[in-house]
């Protein structure tokens, strides 16, 4: 009887019940009261005067059938887990059966094991999950405390962020609060670690003097060139998605694609205007602004900046490819119009070897609106329920439709973001000229300092971000974990205003390590058709 609630209450009808009385005695003795009836009036009665846990139920009975009895007992228990138990092998019954939300589905004959394996499922699987969960992480801090005092390459630090993601996932799942604490005390010590090693080795990226991981830079000529052909193949980016939100909604893609999961390092600053047109060009900002000068902006605003991302993957295409690729481009910002994106996206499938990119900006504009709206400042007020919020949007999104539309029809897609975001919870001074930049997680500008240089990663060589020259004295300043910059004149207003919001821009493996994922389709147009 370990690990069973005395408390769990089984009702089970069937006009067969002294034939089951050993599978009965085999769940009491494992600590299960149950009840028995032969019939289905008498069983709603019994569950109207009673609180029953689970009720197994005998499809073929004289007088009302279980499926009957079922739907009564739905209109009286809409939330009662029923199990139906039947001779009957026909697919119509059990199709009738899972329609009307049964929790599972038995033939006979069953063994009194069979029963308690469906029993212990349906009534104890989320505690028993729980406890496998917390002991299986018991079990592993202790190495992966190890791995993070270790890491100390790109591979490294990736490998334990990603896993103290799966965890605090599973965790959170599972409702045990206080090993999520020990989570983020680790993810805590890795974020310090990681902007230590960023500051040491990033410009060192850019001068190419050691070997980098994928950057930005390198997501066309990596993931999406090998896929060309004569089918066309998707190149969809969704803004601002950490690996976190990843993991929640790439389960919903897994009946549809083969998912192949990688990650890339985001260039600095993790913002838009930098890092996606870094996947688009192939290029760093001071590749682009020697090629288009025309194009280069000051001003660090993504409409000005993110204008021409169309004409930078057919330029960078082009260059690695040596012809001329078709590209169908689309930025997405709303699912109003989904049905007239899928339309167009539907036509240009036509073009043979084409590239339809497309970009998703719903995830980055609800990080950014949720530090000015109180509601969703309150519906996402933490990881968990921004991953929440990202699957719950996902779900029912144009982004979601399309990639279904691609698997059913056979098309390759490969999928990935531009940066994650931070949850930042602490402030740190920083002294700025009015002509600063005014992101909170980075700023450039002339006779610009933080107060507490242990907070940032600063610089005044634009060599060191692969940047245009700037004007002279011009300095570039970025926020290490989890602060974010606010002026001396302003302290109050921007804690108040912007504490406990998601951003972007800095560095830490929230923003910087983010996945790439090549998605195969499992099933073609023939075999199957979307939800």
């Not at 009965?24 to 149950?34: A, D, E, H, K, W």
């Not at 605003?301 to 690695?320: H, P, V, Y």
Request: charged share 30%.
């Amino acid at each position: 009887m370990i690990g069973v609630k005395p408390s769990r209450h089984i009702l089970w009808v069937d006009d067969e019940i002294e034939l089951l009385r050993p599978h009965v005695l085999f769940l009491q003795q494992r600590g299960y009261q149950v009840d028995t009836i032969s019939n289905g009036d008498d069983a709603l009665e019994m569950v109207r005067n009673n609180p029953y846990d689970l009720v197994l139920l005998d499809e073929q009975m004289p007088g009302r059938r279980g499926l009957e009895v079922l739907e009564s007992l739905r209109r009286a228990e809409p939330h009662a887990r029923v199990v139906m138990v039947t001779k009957s092998e026909e697919d119509r019954t059990m199709t009738e059966a899972i329609g009307r939300r049964v929790d599972e589905y038995l033939v006979k004959p069953t063994s009194p094991r069979q029963v308690l394996s469906v029993v212990t499922r349906i009534l104890e699987g989320s505690s028993i999950r729980q406890q496998r969960v917390a002991q299986d992480f018991a079990a592993r801090f202790g190495r992966l405390s190890m791995k993070r005092d270790e890491a100390s390459t790109a591979e490294e630090f990736a490998e334990v962020y990603a896993e103290l993601v799966d965890w605090h996932i599973r965790l959170e799942q599972a409702g045990e609060q206080g090993l999520l604490d020990s989570v983020a005390q680790l993810l805590t010590d890795l974020r310090r670690d990681f902007g230590e090693w960023i500051i040491d080795i990033y410009p060192h990226w850019m001068r190419e003097e050691v070997p980098r991981p994928d950057l930005s830079v390198d997501m066309v000529r990596r993931y999406l060139v090998p896929w060309l052909s004569d089918d066309p193949v998707f190149f969809v980016v969704l803004d601002c998605m950490r690996l976190d939100q990843w993991r929640v909604i790439s389960p919903l893609l897994a009946p549809w694609m083969e998912i192949e999961e990688s990650w890339h390092y985001s260039i600095l600053p993790t913002s838009t205007p930098y890092a996606r047109n870094a996947i688009f060009s192939g290029q760093f900002p001071d590749q682009i602004a020697r090629a288009r000068p025309e194009w280069w902006d000051q001003s660090d605003d993504e409409g000005s900046l993110n204008t021409f991302e169309s004409e930078l993957l057919e330029a960078q295409l082009k260059r690695l490819t040596g012809r001329r690729v078709p590209v169908h481009y689309e930025k997405i910002f709303t699912d109003r119009k989904s049905e007239q994106v899928r339309a167009r996206v539907k036509s240009a499938l036509h073009v043979p070897g084409s590239v339809i990119a497309l970009v998703f900006n719903f995830v980055d504009l609800m990080t950014h609106g949720r530090s000015e709206s109180p509601i969703l400042m309150e519906v996402a007020k933490d990881e968990a329920a921004l991953r929440d919020l990202t699957r719950s949007w996902f779900e029912r999104s144009t982004a979601y439709q399309v990639l279904l539309e691609a698997a059913v029809a056979g098309h390759r897609v490969v999928l990935t973001t531009d940066h994650g975001s931070i949850l930042c919870q602490r402030p740190t001074t920083v002294f700025a000229r009015k002509d600063a930049t005014a992101n909170l997680r980075y700023k450039f500008g002339r006779d610009l300092r933080a107060e507490n240089p242990a907070h940032t990663f600063a610089t005044g060589d634009e060599q060191d971000l692969h940047f245009p020259p700037g004007r002279l004295g011009t300095n570039y300043v970025m926020a290490l974990e989890d602060f974010f910059f606010v002026y001396p004149t302003k302290l109050r207003e921007y804690q108040q205003r912007y504490r406990n919001s998601f951003m972007h821009g800095g560095i830490s493996p929230e923003e910087m390590i983010v996945p790439v994922a090549r998605l195969t389709p499992r099933l073609r147009l023939a075999e199957a058709e979307p939800p």
